[in-house]
């Protein structure tokens, strides 16, 4: 059961061979028996999921039933949900209550899908391990000593220890794909404005996306039919015609021109990584896709850009976290001031208030143009480079992460090697381009990942090129052991 795709169970779930309660309390029990070692969830509720459950059979059973109807989804702790915990995986929102359903909780509510719970997470999305989560450290089902990935590193191990069918991940510079790398899974980030941010905690709101995590590009196809569209109540979302994400799945390769960046093949790249990337180009060839050698000159450029972006945007969003309407409020302190110091002081994390410093001083007043300003202009850079490069190649190959998952605490204390498993992600965030993950193999028996960029609104190309390499490998469907 805990094998099947979504499509599956819910041919499963229509033909009554299976109830959606029975599925919820499966999962429940490997909840239970499993997430005290691999802490993937930070808040269970079993008597709302099971509730949701009831109502899925009852649909089910009058014919109002949907792919995702009845499906047991995981939910990143960064999306409101009303009635549930939201703490965004910090100190500072440890006990607060969701008083209204994000636009994504809200969209799989309507279709009848079933929430298991809410994931673990970098503190505020920012992290590249899983390691800033005030509820404690994730770890790998592949490898326990080692991370899944960040910073939707909960969602990631979830679905790869099948505590759940699937899951919902936020990327504002390669949270989805590089967790997705890491635990062996399918990620995908969707074109910026794609899918709403209504109700999604922000960190960086213009990098900020969510997007689905599952074992295959066909599940992460049902998921962005539920989870697309557009939103009026988000000011960022795009007002674009429905699209069905599945209808390309089939379609054969056969003349499709794939670039490869010279720069995601170089120095910094582990050797191990670079055979299996060099393998699944083998197999899109099998496939009929054409190569070409592509430049994305300015890839270098995206990390400090990033650093300076996301950290400007993050101290003007986390402001808002000061103790006087909702969180965390320190409880001892002298006046209004004292009491936003020590508030904040006590219920961020140490990545966080690196990032609030950071942006803080790059938008202040003699380094806003030195800083932020030409980093915004190279992000524009950034962005024509890939406009160049598509003109040349329908798709974008390479590997997601330099590396394999990378030990507990070996990067904790070098943030710059922290940030720099993200080389490969955080570009395509900066220009808005949709990106994702799939399976592609193993080095010294711990997932690879193989990242597919596409140009704007090409989600359904890239589900379709990520399925046919799924049609002809089995890496998606490989399991950690002891699951």
């Known amino acids: ?38 802490n993937a969830f930070v808040t269970v509720d079993p008597e709302l999921t099971l509730s949701q459950a009831k109502h899925a059979d009852i649909l089910i059973s009058k014919g109002h039933q949907n792919p995702l109807t009845g499906i047991p989804i995981a939910q990143k702790d960064i999306f409101v949900a009303k009635g549930w915990k939201t703490t965004c995986g910090s100190k500072m929102l440890e006990n607060f209550i969701g008083p209204y359903d994000a636009g994504v909780i809200e969209k799989f509510d309507n279709a009848g899908a079933v929430n298991l719970g809410k994931t673990n997470m970098d503190e505020f999305a920012m992290g590249s391990s899983n390691e800033t989560s005030y509820f404690g450290k994730v770890k790998n089902p592949w490898d326990r000593d080692r991370v899944p990935g960040g910073s939707s590193g909960g969602s990631a191990a979830a679905v790869a220890a099948r505590l759940c069918v699937a899951a919902t991940g936020t990327d504002t510079g390669g949270s989805i794909r590089q967790p997705a790398s890491l635990c062996g899974l399918s990620g995908l980030k969707p ?81 191990g990584v670079d055979q299996v990337i060099q393998q699944s180009i083998s197999e899109f060839r099998k496939l009929g896709a054409e190569f070409v050698d592509i430049s994305l000159p300015n ?25 006087v309407r909702y969180g965390y409020r320190a409880p001892e302190y002298n006046d209004l001031i004292d009491m936003y110091c020590k508030t904040r002081a006590q219920g961020f994390g140490a990545e966080v208030k690196r990032r609030i410093l950071i942006g803080t001083y790059v938008l202040s007043a003699g380094y806003y143009d030195a800083y932020y ?17 598509f003109e040349e190649c329908d798709i974008i190959l390479g590997p997601t992460a330099p590396s394999t998952a990378f030990k507990t605490g070996e990067k904790a204390d070098d943030p710059v090697a922290m940030y720099l498993q993200d080389i490969y992600t955080i570009a395509v965030n900066l220009a808005g381009l949709p990106g994702m993950s799939i399976p592609a193999g193993f080095a010294g028996n711990l997932p690879v990942g193989l990242q597919i960029i596409g140009n704007y609104f090409d989600e359904s190309r890239m589900l379709n090129v990520g399925h046919a390499y799924q049609q002809v490998t089995d890496w998606h469907s490989r399991m950690p052991e002891g699951i």
């Open 191 to 271: 074109t910026y404005g794609t899918v709403s941010r209504y109700g999604m905690i922000a960190f960086a709101s213009s990098l900020d996306q969510a997007g689905p995590m599952a074992r295959s590009c066909e599940d992460m196809a049902l998921m962005m039919n539920v989870m697309g569209g557009f939103d009026e109540r988000d000011s960022t979302s795009l007002n674009r015609p429905v699209e069905d994400y599945s209808r390309d799945l089939n379609k054969p390769l056969q003349g499709l021109r794939i670039g490869l960046p010279k720069e995601y093949f170089g120095e910094g790249l582990d050797t």
């Open 1 to 38: 059961m805990i094998n099947k795709s979504i499509k599956e169970l819910s041919r499963m779930l229509r033909s009554g061979q299976v109830s959606s309660l029975e599925l919820a309390q499966e999962y429940l029990k490997r909840i239970d028996k499993l997430n005290p070692e691999i």
């Open 373 to 389: 300003l030409k980093a915004q202009q190279i992000r524009r850079l950034i962005a024509q480079d890939f406009i160049n490069a």
């Open 299 to 323: 890839t270098k450029l995206s990390i400090p850009v990033y650093y300076v972006l996301a950290p400007a945007e993050a101290s003007s969003n986390l402001s808002r976290f000061d103790g």
